[in-house]
């Protein structure tokens, strides 16, 4: 099995799905496509024919991270894309990702910039400054990156990698998230992935879109205090237990601030 798969998790009637789908169906070197859901509706079988996706149903509904290994489990390539279900990704992302992962044979995930879609207005400076900066503490303006203290440093201060512009290679990370968690189970993995023997690639361009709403996941874990505690648990994971919680506490006001400014974004959605 080689070559690449994008899989999408859909949950629920996303009016979005039909633009996700186009756009992974339009990829210029095309990939194969899958639509995973827990959560089937009428009309979903006729979406996916439309796009030319293989429809899985599995069950039960019991979270994001039941429904994302789940997906995993259908994915029928090597080199796996999380497509979510609100996202669109530009023509060249498959081309970009899988030429990047010919440049760097031991990679295990690849994953690219993109931009964002925030109530109807596209920003396309890639990914927010903050994120850039948190990630350049580990790559230093390369675009791979091996040691072990490198990877980790690009997620010591939060997940700025992207989950929906991340492609993984199944076989070399073995991956699975944590059903458990309810918003960082993105985080959690990478930080597993650091203690493994290869290479993460990142693409700065912004090959993907981003769409924000106040609909989102992100945006229900922020209001139920879900976010805030699981920050808290993977930072432990990095810091002494008193740097952990300042920097969880200066997440828990970003996202207060953030909130009020603009409803339905996260400082990291």
């Not at 009016?15 to 009309?43: E, I, M």
């Not at 879109?209 to 229900?220: L, P, Q």
Request: include cysteine.
């Amino acid at each position: 099995m080689a070559g690449h798969c994008f899989v999408v998790p859909a949950y629920g009637h996303s009016p979005y799905l039909d633009d996700c789908l186009a756009s992974l169906a339009g990829q210029a070197r095309p990939s194969s496509l899958v639509v995973t859901t827990s959560t089937p509706f009428d009309g979903l079988e006729a979406i996916a024919a439309r796009y030319g996706a293989r429809l899985v149903v599995h069950g039960p509904n019991a979270g994001i991270g039941r429904d994302w290994n789940a997906a995993l489990e259908h994915a029928d390539a090597d080199w796996v894309t999380l497509a979510h279900q609100d996202d669109t990704y530009d023509p060249g992302f498959s081309a970009a990702v899988l030429d990047a992962a010919a440049r760097h044979r031991d990679a295990l995930i690849v994953f690219t910039g993109y931009a964002e879609l925030l109530d109807g207005k596209l920003r396309r400076g890639g990914l927010p400054a903050i994120k850039r900066a948190l990630l350049e503490l580990g790559f230093l303006g390369r675009e791979c990156v091996r040691s072990r203290s490198a990877r980790t440093n690009s997620l010591r201060f939060g997940n700025a990698i992207p989950c929906p512009a991340v492609t993984m290679h199944r076989a070399r990370t073995g991956l699975r998230f944590d059903e458990s968690m309810r918003t960082n189970m993105d985080w959690a993995a990478w930080l597993d992935l650091c203690q493994l023997d290869g290479s993460f690639v990142y693409l700065r361009e912004p090959l993907m879109t981003h769409r924000i709403h106040a609909g989102s996941e992100t945006s229900s874990t922020i209001g139920s205090g879900h976010r805030a505690a699981e920050d808290l648990q993977l930072l432990r994971r990095l810091w002494p237990a008193w740097i952990a919680g300042g920097i969880a506490r200066a997440y828990a006001l970003a996202y207060a601030s953030n909130a009020a400014a603009e409803p339905g974004r996260s400082a990291r959605s």
